[in-house]
């Protein structure tokens, strides 16, 4: 497996039960009916888990996908001085996509069937976020040397 740094050289991926976040996205359309797909992604975009009904290929484009449409919002949510973004949402004529963020590490995002119960869809990705959240230890760190 690669192991994914940020600009920082953090592990991205360090302290992530990624069977466990595949566990609980597969969950989330039992749940949830009309849940399509679900998807995590590290902060890098680079896909941690999802649906078994989504092929790798096509969470690979996905998890691309959703990565810029979490900055984009995030951005915008900058500029305007508004706070980090809640949830983005888009909603397109074949159903609705949903993207939420875990902390500052992950996020997760879930396609909906035009027909489903939004609001129930965002209520249960939100309670997965928090899930999820659970599942993250924070990246052992080592303390910086102090030089003289």
């Not at 849940?35 to 680079?46: C, E, P, R, S, T």
């Not at 397109?92 to 902390?103: A, D, K, N, Q, S």
């Not at 996020?107 to 976020?129: F, H, K, N, S, W």
Request: hydrophobic share 45%.
């Amino acid at each position: 497996m690669n192991v994914l740094h940020g600009y920082d050289g953090e592990n991205l991926r360090a302290g992530i039960d990624e069977s466990q976040v595949s566990i609980l996205l597969n969950d989330l359309p039992r749940r949830m009916p009309g849940v399509v797909h679900a998807i995590a992604l590290a902060a890098d975009g680079m896909k941690v888990a999802w649906t078994d009904l989504l092929d790798a290929t096509h969470a690979d484009k996905l998890s691309a996908a959703v990565s810029s449409l979490s900055t984009l919002a995030t951005t915008v949510s900058f500029e305007l001085g508004t706070g980090a973004p809640s949830y983005t949402m888009i909603v397109m004529e074949g159903g609705t996509l949903l993207i939420m963020p875990v902390g500052n590490r992950l996020c997760l995002a879930a396609l909906a069937r035009p027909d489903a119960d939004i609001g129930g869809v965002a209520g249960e990705l939100a309670a997965t976020v928090e899930r999820v959240g659970e599942l993250i230890t924070p990246a052992q760190r080592q303390p910086a040397a102090v030089s003289r």
